[in-house]
Structure formats: structure tokens, C-alpha cells
């Protein structure tokens, strides 16, 4: 039994007639302890009011994550009595249903050993309130974890693709693979053409196993969960704003518990002090100049037709 609990005896023996002597000799409490008062509930009282504001904020944040925005805020403290203030002040994540998920550990293909190795992309749909159709193209790169981009539009087939990609392979250099499912937009001749000029390896998916393209999957259940359930887009030009700002939200507030709770930035900023001067190329790609990628060319037939079958097969 607790002394708090032990007090609370001696209180209602003292309530039943009991002397206060006899009533601290029966519950083995020390009659100095009977005035003290705790400084906890003092002490806790601004934390749980910062915590109560920041799960308000991010109402899908739970107290692992809510401790580090705590800790920025000058509120350090172990899990163990986030946990503790968490219960206390009634709050708690609402659950979503449990997903089946594989037993088995399936090694994932080409997986990244460095940042701006692999990139992941994929697609999400939402709609607005006017009814438009939202389809959101994400790019992910699987080693740090960083939302590269997220194009908002109505339609968006292999072209804009193309087009975003060359965005980010002038900003950052070409990645080693490019890593997605057998979409139509994916597969397309023309995708497939640009990613051979460029000298990038595809890692494509096999048919029905998302998993093996877990990072992105990751990724748009944090965007989902995080950003499109949560807002209300009035029209496409309010979405492409909304959804902008919560990618460098997520790249630059947001702690990641597979990064050791840093942000993607903090964690990119981490490999370049670590990383030696005299690191080139594509390793080099956050902690140096990025590699330029190589000029566009028509590609050969012969490739075009290998990267073709690599996709049928």
C-alpha cells in the first residue's frame, strides 16, 4: 500500500475516534508525515496545461511524441512521467482499427543504406468540399524519411510526373532507384524512358504486396491520418496550400520515433556534420553537392525493351 493511501486510513480512523498516535501506529505512518503537503500537483499543473494545448493541436499525437514538443518547450522530462501526466489529465488517441499484418520478416528489395538512394512515390485521393477530386502524388526517401514532395492536382498521368521528379533530381541529384507499384502511371513508356536517361534503377513492387513499399505506405497513413481527415479543403487552390504546409511541417516540427524522435531535417543535418569532406556523388547528396544528372537523351531501343520486360515480368 502506498503512504498516500496510508494517510488516507489514518484520516478515517481519526474520522471513526481513533487518536491520531493510535491511527499512525495501526498504519505504520509517521506522525510528522499527517501535515505534509505534496508540491507535485504544483509543480505538474503548467505541464499538463502545456500538454492539454498540444494534444488539442495534434490530435493524433500520443505522449511519446508530445514529450519531445515538451522538451522543446523547457519541459524535460522521462516517458515514464509523460506517461503518468498523459493519464492524468484524461487524454488519450483515438484507436483505429487493427490492420492484419504479416508474420513473417520479408527482406525489402534495394533497401537504402544511405540518404538520396531510394526514393518511394505513390498516389493518394481525397475530394473537396466542392467535389473536386484530389490525387496526390508523394515522394518519400526511404533512408531519412523526408516528404520530398506532394503534388496536389485533378488528373496527374506520367508526364507530371516526369515533371516533378526533374524538379527534385535538379534540386537534390538523381536517387539510385525509384521505388513504386506496377501503376499505369508508373509503368508508362515515357516514365520508363526518362528514368533510363537519367541512369536511374527501378524497384518496382511486386503485384499485391504493398508492404514491400512500406516507407511510402507509412507515409500517406501519416498524411491521411494527420492532414486530409483533419481539414476541410473548399477547393483545390486551398488544398495544394494546406497540404504544402503540412509537408514542411512534417519535415521540420514533426518527430519521428524511427529517427530516434528528431525531425527528417534534424536527422539530414546529423548525416551532414557526420559525413567526410571528401564525400562525391550520389552518397554525397545532403552532405555535399548534389551529383548533376545527366543530360536528357533519347534512350536506345534496346533498354526501352529491358526495362519493358523487367515490368511484365
Keep these: 500500500m502506498s503512504v498516500p493511501a496510508r494517510r488516507?486510513?489514518?484520516a478515517y480512523g481519526r474520522e471513526r475516534g481513533l487518536s491520531a498516535r493510535r491511527a499512525c501506529t495501526l498504519f505504520s505512518v509517521a506522525r510528522s508525515a499527517l501535515a505534509y503537503e505534496s508540491r507535485k500537483a504544483a509543480k505538474d499543473t503548467p505541464v499538463i496545461g502545456r500538454m492539454t494545448t498540444l494534444a488539442a493541436q495534434y490530435p493524433r499525437y500520443g505522449y511519446r511524441r508530445i514529450r519531445i514538443f515538451l522538451g522543446r518547450d523547457g519541459h524535460a522530462m522521462s516517458p515514464g512521467r509523460a506517461y503518468r501526466l498523459w493519464r492524468r489529465a484524461g487524454l488519450q488517441v483515438p484507436r483505429k482499427r487493427p490492420r492484419k499484418r504479416i508474420t513473417a520478416v520479408r527482406p525489402r528489395p534495394q533497401a537504402p543504406s544511405g540518404p538520396n538512394q531510394v526514393w518511394a512515390y505513390d498516389f493518394v485521393f481525397d475530394r473537396c468540399a466542392n467535389g473536386q477530386q484530389l490525387k496526390c502524388l508523394t515522394v518519400t526517401d526511404e533512408f531519412t524519411k523526408e516528404g520530398l514532395a506532394i503534388d496536389v492536382d485533378g488528373r496527374i498521368r506520367s508526364p507530371r510526373v516526369i515533371e516533378v521528379?526533374?524538379?527534385?533530381?535538379?534540386?537534390?541529384?538523381?536517387?539510385?532507384?525509384?521505388?513504386s507499384d506496377n501503376g499505369p502511371e508508373f509503368v508508362s513508356r515515357a516514365l520508363l524512358s526518362w528514368i533510363v536517361a537519367q541512369g536511374i534503377g527501378t524497384a518496382?513492387?511486386?503485384?499485391?504486396?504493398?508492404?514491400?513499399?512500406?516507407?511510402?505506405?507509412?507515409?500517406?497513413?501519416?498524411?491521411?491520418?494527420?492532414?486530409?481527415?483533419?481539414?476541410?479543403?473548399?477547393s483545390r487552390a486551398e488544398a495544394k496550400v494546406i497540404i504544402e504546409s503540412w509537408r514542411r511541417h512534417y519535415?521540420?516540427?514533426?518527430?519521428?520515433?524511427s529517427l530516434g524522435y528528431l525531425t527528417p531535417n534534424e536527422f539530414v543535418?546529423?548525416?551532414t556534420n557526420a559525413a567526410p569532406v571528401e564525400a562525391t556523388g550520389r552518397g554525397a547528396a545532403v552532405c555535399g553537392p548534389p551529383r548533376p544528372g545527366p543530360l536528357h537523351q533519347?534512350?536506345?531501343?534496346?533498354?526501352?525493351?529491358?526495362?519493358?520486360?523487367?515490368?511484365?515480368?
Design 8 to 10: 488516507r486510513r489514518v
Design 165 to 179: 521528379l526533374s524538379r527534385l533530381v535538379s534540386e537534390r541529384g538523381a536517387p539510385r532507384f525509384l521505388r
Design 204 to 234: 518496382l513492387i511486386e503485384p499485391g504486396k504493398p508492404w514491400q513499399n512500406g516507407v511510402t505506405e507509412s507515409f500517406n497513413g501519416k498524411f491521411r491520418d494527420e492532414c486530409l481527415s483533419l481539414e476541410w479543403f473548399r
Design 251 to 257: 519535415n521540420a516540427v514533426r518527430p519521428h520515433s
Design 269 to 271: 543535418a546529423q548525416l
Design 298 to 313: 533519347p534512350p536506345r531501343k534496346g533498354q526501352i525493351r529491358e526495362a519493358m520486360s523487367a515490368v511484365s515480368s
